[in-house]
């Protein structure tokens, strides 16, 4: 999305200055090349326009990396032809040569461009290679406005501003990736937060629908958790969640979900698994452990289960809600155990 409202801005922006530097030319160069010029400004401004208007609302990576693409692709197409086109006429005033000596310094602004956009490596190369190469092939088939020993110098600058823009580009990538890694997990446990949480599990629950795949969901709640801020501090508290989230991820399955969905309460999604799978998943946790109280005692949880097919779960809130209630039956009927499907409960078996 960010890729694409930039996309829109370049674009428009573009699309304003565009047409805009027509009377310019028309001042400047014989009045034969300064209508071609505005011609094809005029065309690649209603380029501009269509791809500002393009793609509104869609959160697509591949719409982003074709809206790239196009807005590279006008000026790269502008380039190949006003080039040649400046080629064929006498430009030896002064005035002439500062502007043309613009048009002939297009691709840089365009792969300096680049830069403003979080892209990885591969895509840098891919969006500045035809920009390079339509500068080599100017001056190649003998198009260019400056020397060809200037050209080729030229050329080594334009593929190092593509690495260096490339390099930018991939460094805001790096620093957004890790913005949205603090903002979607939880500071203390590291667990998805619940807003992203709720995010996955709509996500989670409508896949699960479309394929026709289990998807189990355990709420886990922990034991007399209120007695250790209250009888050793909050500081001890945090420690008590840390080391349960950090005891559940290492046991936790790949492609398992941790959500912290509130104080003391975790989720714990698990796709493609049916309620038998989901209780040995579950024996597992409380076979390893979830860590020790202060007091020394093990601390323990009170656990529900639920499965999306099985209890006929018409929405994911209708998931969790289930898992809730067993979660709480769990509590009421003596807490350390796990009440899953068909209320089958597992309680001390682990102790026997």
Not at 11 to 32: G, K, Q, R, Y
Not at 39 to 65: E, M, Y
Not at 304 to 321: F, I, K, N, P, Q
Request: net charge neutral; hydrophobic share 50%.
């Amino acid at each position: 999305m960010l890729i694409l409202s930039r996309v829109r801005l370049v674009a428009a922006t573009f699309a304003v200055l565009t047409p805009l530097w027509i009377p310019i030319d028309l001042l400047i160069f014989e009045t034969s090349l300064a209508m071609y010029l505005a011609a094809l400004r005029v065309l690649a401004a209603i380029a501009f326009i269509l791809l500002a208007l393009s793609n509104r609302g869609s959160d697509s990576i591949l719409a982003a990396r074709w809206g790239l693409v196009w807005l590279l692709s006008i000026p790269t197409v502008f380039f190949l032809i006003s080039h040649p086109l400046l080629g064929q006429f006498t430009i030896s005033d002064p005035a002439q040569q500062v502007i043309a000596a613009g048009y002939a310094f297009l691709p840089f602004v365009m792969v300096a461009g680049l830069s403003v956009f979080p892209i990885t490596a591969l895509e840098g190369a891919l969006l500045g290679l035809p920009l390079v190469c339509a500068y080599f092939l100017t001056g190649l088939l003998g198009y260019q406005l400056l020397p060809f020993a200037s050209h080729l110098g030229a050329q080594w600058l334009l593929l190092l501003l593509a690495m260096v823009s490339t390099l930018a580009g991939m460094s805001q990538l790096h620093f957004m990736s890790q913005l949205v890694d603090q903002s979607s997990h939880d500071g203390l446990t590291r667990a998805y937060n619940r807003r992203v949480g709720e995010e996955i599990l709509i996500q989670q629950f409508v896949s699960a629908c479309r394929s026709q795949t289990p998807l189990a969901l355990a709420f886990v709640d922990l034991d007399n958790f209120k007695s250790i801020n209250d009888r050793y501090g909050h500081e001890e508290g945090d420690n008590a969640l840390r080391s349960a989230s950090s005891a559940l991820r290492k046991i936790l399955r790949r492609g398992d979900i941790m959500i912290r969905w509130g104080g003391e309460e975790f989720l714990v999604l698990m796709p493609n698994t049916d309620p038998s799978g989901a209780m040995i998943a579950v024996s597992r946790w409380r076979a390893a452990g979830l860590g020790i109280r202060p007091d020394g005692k093990p601390l323990t949880a009170s656990i529900g289960v639920a499965e999306r097919m099985v209890d006929a779960a018409e929405t994911w809130s209708d998931l969790v809600e289930k898992a809730d209630q067993r979660m709480y039956a769990a509590k009421q009927s003596g807490k350390d155990r796990a009440i899953g499907c068909g209320d089958i409960v597992i309680a001390q078996a682990l102790d026997a």
